[in-house]
């Protein structure tokens, strides 16, 4: 059983910084494509970014250019580099995986930006 654990989430004043942390328990080489999402209140979940085992990344557009995702594929983790925070990412951010056509996620972690 594939499990996904997010790390690294907390209380970041805007303009601040803040590095997820999704740690696999298995080889997340395997995974066609991962991502994170994030739902805040009252609002659906959405993605945020996503990686794919070969190819190019892809953000929405209210994080482009603040926000990095990488998969190290050695350390079996996914990251998300968030810089330039804004109050509005703030959310339940979500890691998520697709393996030979599953889609596995993590608890989540708590980001809140205060203006």
């Known amino acids: 059983q594939v499990q996904l654990v997010e790390s690294g989430g907390g209380l970041v004043q805007a303009g601040g910084s803040l590095r997820l942390s999704c740690a696999a328990s298995?080889?997340?080489?395997?995974?066609?494509?991962m991502g994170w999402y994030r739902q805040a209140p009252g609002k659906q979940r959405e993605l945020v970014a996503q990686?794919?085992?070969?190819?190019?990344?892809n953000y929405v557009d209210s994080v482009k250019g603040r926000f990095t995702i990488s998969r190290d594929n050695a350390k079996n983790t996914l990251y998300l580099q968030m810089n330039s925070l804004k109050p509005e990412d703030t959310a339940v951010y979500y890691c998520?995986?697709?393996?030979?056509?599953?889609?596995?996620w993590g608890q989540g972690t708590q980001v809140t930006v205060s203006s």
């Open positions: 998520n995986g697709e393996l030979r056509g599953i889609y596995y």
């Open positions: 298995g080889s997340i080489f395997s995974f066609n494509s």
């Open positions: 990686i794919p085992k070969f190819g190019i990344t």
